[in-house]
């Protein structure tokens, strides 16, 4: 009868371990559920569609058109005229270039 009283008492405390366990569990648990729920935003990725590669061939010339389209528009207000000398000009300056060179000559010949 002694021996049934003391297991009695062993068998009550492992119900009091268990449910203390339990308890213990439960909190562990309901951390691990909030952390996942936190985690879960940043690390799933939607699925992507796929393309066939007819559809990306005219997305890529649509594109492409749209860059062709604007750099014709910013080139033309970049350009500037080429800028050209009058026969009339360019004898002049020649002119005074001559005059130029016949002074130094005449200097060396000094």
């Known amino acids: 009868m002694a021996n049934l009283k003391g297991l009695a008492s062993i068998v009550s405390e492992l119900r009091m371990e268990r449910t203390t366990l339990v308890n213990q569990l439960k909190r562990v648990d309901a951390a691990l559920s909030v952390l996942g729920k936190l985690n879960a935003r940043s690390s799933y990725t939607k699925p992507r569609r796929t393309l066939s590669a007819s559809a990306r061939k005219r997305i890529s010339l649509a594109q492409k058109a749209r860059w062709a389209q604007r750099a014709a528009k910013d080139q ?26 016949a002074k130094i000559r005449a200097k060396k010949a000094v």
Not at 77 to 100: D, E, F, V, W, Y
């Open 76 to 101: 033309a207000g970049k350009m500037k005229p080429k800028r050209t000398m009058s026969a009339s000009a360019r004898r002049k300056i020649a002119a005074a270039q001559r005059a130029r060179w």
